[in-house]
């Protein structure tokens, strides 16, 4: 009898618990998405302000990022450690051209394309994460 006790405590106490931290797993998913789209427009913004255009070699295109090479406005060879932004459809040994920021060259994209083309792959992973969570939610306050 004191077994059943138990185990009628404990489920509502998991249920209360998951109710109350899948919310707030939800909202860090939501922050970090928030966090990765403002670093898109800040990178974006550094190149408008000081914008230099080269035609870039892509090097290599992996899962991580896509390496490129160019040669910028003074002679200089760059190619950035973390890759070029927006690089979909690129492809080994393609050129292709680029804008960077003159006063960072490590910071370069595609020519003509922006964090716009991040608000799809965002707002469907965030849409996804909160369609599977509220359910969840409300699945674990329904009957408490």
């Given at each position: 009898?004191?077994?059943?006790?138990?185990?009628?405590?404990?489920r509502p106490a998991?249920?209360?618990?998951?109710?109350?931290a899948l919310p707030v797993v939800g909202a860090l998913v939501t922050?970090?998405?928030?966090?990765?789209l403002t670093s898109c427009l800040r990178d974006d913004y550094l190149i408008e302000?000081?914008?230099?255009?080269?035609?870039?070699?892509v090097v290599s295109v992996s899962f991580q990022r896509t390496v490129v090479r160019f040669a910028s406005d003074d002679g200089a060879v760059h190619s950035p450690e973390?890759?070029?932004?927006y690089p979909e459809g690129l492809e080994?040994?393609?050129?292709?051209?680029?804008?960077?920021?003159?006063?960072?060259?490590e910071v370069a994209r595609v020519a003509g394309r922006t964090a716009v083309l991040a608000l799809l792959p965002i707002g469907t992973?965030?849409?996804?994460?909160?369609?599977v969570l509220l359910p969840l939610?409300?699945?674990?306050?329904r009957r408490r």
């Open positions: 009898m004191v077994d059943n006790a138990l185990r009628t405590r404990v998991a249920r209360l618990l998951v109710g109350r922050l970090i998405a928030l966090v990765l302000q000081r914008l230099g255009k080269a035609t870039a070699e973390q890759g070029v932004l080994p040994g393609q050129l292709v051209r680029i804008e960077y920021d003159t006063g960072n060259p992973f965030l849409l996804a994460v909160w369609a939610v409300w699945w674990s306050r």
